[in-house]
């Protein structure tokens, strides 16, 4: 956004002074009151690893996460029966005994303990200005979507205060500045405060004062056995005013402004104490010495240089739009046509906390989890796992598609250290070699299954469809050597555990025990025990599914690094033999298991059968399959489903696939209407409900693939624009093939497209629904079927 870097800088000063009108309606979420209570109202950011909410109270309660702080060490979770009972409980399913090879399942399979470890928060920090709240007045507080940072400011007793909050990426901290009008007008004690574990805490006054004084905190997992220590800091730097120890706190009184570098390491990264120590004293020196303004900088640049890829306009909302974020979501529940910008301010959200919760910092990068880096709960909601039988992957929806593919080297981090996890699970549980992951994951990559129910536990597909999303990172951006490096072992693993683990039904390689994630069916009459409600069965419409896709990439990646060996040959001969999706006889809609059954949730959130049409593709290239997969999306949405927040997300992308740009564009004003708290988070049901970072990511991913497809090897633009989307624009979005894609419309109708060829190779290009007459490219009558690009070439795209 700004060229000029000094431009950014004294734009953000002079936002302390500008009246809050002026916040740019798709950039700025803000607030004219403290988040008091409401924790969802906080400002959440992030440096990929260190995660901050802010809630602006009178006295500052920061709530702090460091991503590797979890409820204690790996453990083997394996059931030691599953191996044995694996071909009775085949059988059992195959005979129709569906609820007593439930039953069985659920005994030999199901893991000891049966949950993985949970996410934990760090610290508190406290800040406590010594103002009271009925003397605060001006008060504004704000996240700034494009830089990544937040602030506050206040007037209080005649003085103006504002604090600045910067998570820094490039030097691994969160970096904050405080500030007063006047001189010597600033007092603030910075205090660490958590509720359990603390191991030690301290504060220090150092004389040589350009050291900083600091406040310490350690504290443990809790755990008996190896638990996950960590080592926090806060290192506090004052111009001016007088410094004392108070307590386990850090008191400054009477200064100009007041700066605060925080850092937190932990075991999990580092072998030792000392090594974890040493870490983190050596970020701390290493900010404080260069300084805030220096820090905040390089903070600032990078951040941008992510978000400032993708610029969305979907139309103007004119005064609705400089509204307080919470009064713009109150009207959008009356009148969401009067603000579009409120989509744009979320779609930019999303790509902020994707950016503030997933990058590379160095090996044992950890990706986002249910609640991104952003946790309070000692004992969050689903413990705040890695679940990957979708919100995973949904948190990385919007990395490719918006041009921000460096943050999934954290997913592929967690992966190579599941690996060996995986292998021994697919060994103990199945005798199989490869590679198996059940519905979630933790830091330590743990593969075993998870939680003890019949609809969730038993589902041997997670390094599949993460596997796929190897293969879709290639496909964006072209990166032979991670083929070579990542997906091709990846898919070498995934592959060779289902050629054990398969087995012969009617003629097909199938899966079972398994489910279609979370979902139960009624048992039929004519199987044992009807009428029952169960999940377990074999062949799964989603299991074939990511098997094919998966067999369909190793051949893909033999063809693409000219391999020849024989496990090409293998995937070509399971390919054709897994089972066909089915369309249900009575209803006509795609199905989702074996038979039509009926189902105990016709409302259910997952959409599982339909991963072939979103995030996969394979259901759109047969119009039997789209036209069933259409049914059943438009029967389960008018049931009721779409009934938490990532569910209603996943099915903006499904109409998107579908052309469905009417549905789209209604079921995200839906999203908006329905599920945020009051800083924009995703919940599961409504503001009062658990939040979810998903549903930001997913609802992100749903606008840009409204605006721009490529699955199906055509850069397709405006595929799925809604009528209400009069006039606006997009820059900066990707397509497969790594083509940067620019396009303009107005009334409704395409105008003009920049397509980049960063990698070169073969374009097609499709515009709206092919009928919006003759497209000249670079000047020339485009009549369809692809050409040859040359790399970083820029092909211009207008209607005729
Ligand atoms: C309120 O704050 C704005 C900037 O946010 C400033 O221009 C104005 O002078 C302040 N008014 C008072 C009464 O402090
Ligand atoms: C390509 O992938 C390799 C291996 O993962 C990685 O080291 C490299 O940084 C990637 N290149 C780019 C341009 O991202
Ligand atoms: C769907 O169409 C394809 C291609 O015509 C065909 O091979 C397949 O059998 C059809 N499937 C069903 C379930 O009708």
Redesign the pocket.
Known sequence: MFTNLSIAVVAIFLL?????ADFDGSRFAWYSSESGQDFKSNVPIGNGRLGATVSGNTIESLVLNENSVWSGPWEDRVNPASKGALSNIRNMLIAGKITAAGQQALSSMAGNPTSPKAYQPLTDMTLDFGHRASGI??Y?RWLDTLEGTAGV???HGGV?YSREFVPSYPHGVLAFRFSASGKGNLNVKASLVRARGILSQKATVNSAATNGHSTTLSASSGQANNPIVFWSEARIINSGGTVRVDGNSISVTGADFVDVFFNAETTYRHKDATAAQAELKRKLDVASSIGFPAVRQAAIKDFSSITSRVKLNLGNSGSAGTQPTPTRLTNYKKSPSTDPQLITLFFNFGRQQLAASSRDTGPLSLPANLQGIWNRDYSPAWQSKYTININLQMNYWPSLITNMAEVQKPVFDLINLAIPRAEAVANKMYGCDGIVMHHNTDLWGDSAPVDKGTPYTIWPMGAAWLSSDAMEHFRFTQNHTFLQTTVWPLLQKTAQFYYCYLFNWQGYYTSGPSLSPEHAFIVPSNMQDSNRQEGLDISIEMDNQLLRELFSNVIETCSILKLTSSECTKAASYLPKIRPPGIGPKKKEILEWRNEYDETEPAHRHFSNLWGVYPGAQLLSQSNYTASSKKFLDRRMSSGSGSTGWSRTWAINLYARLLDGEAAWRNTQQMIQKFPTANLWNSDSGPGSSFQIDGNFGLTAGVAEMLMQSHSGVIHLLPALSKSVGDGSVEGLVGRGNFVVDVKWKGGKFLEGKILARSGGRLEIKVQNGGVGRVLVNGRKYDGGGFETEVGRVYEVRAE
């Open positions: 302390n002074v500008v009246l809050a007045s001006n504004t400011s206040y007037a103006s």
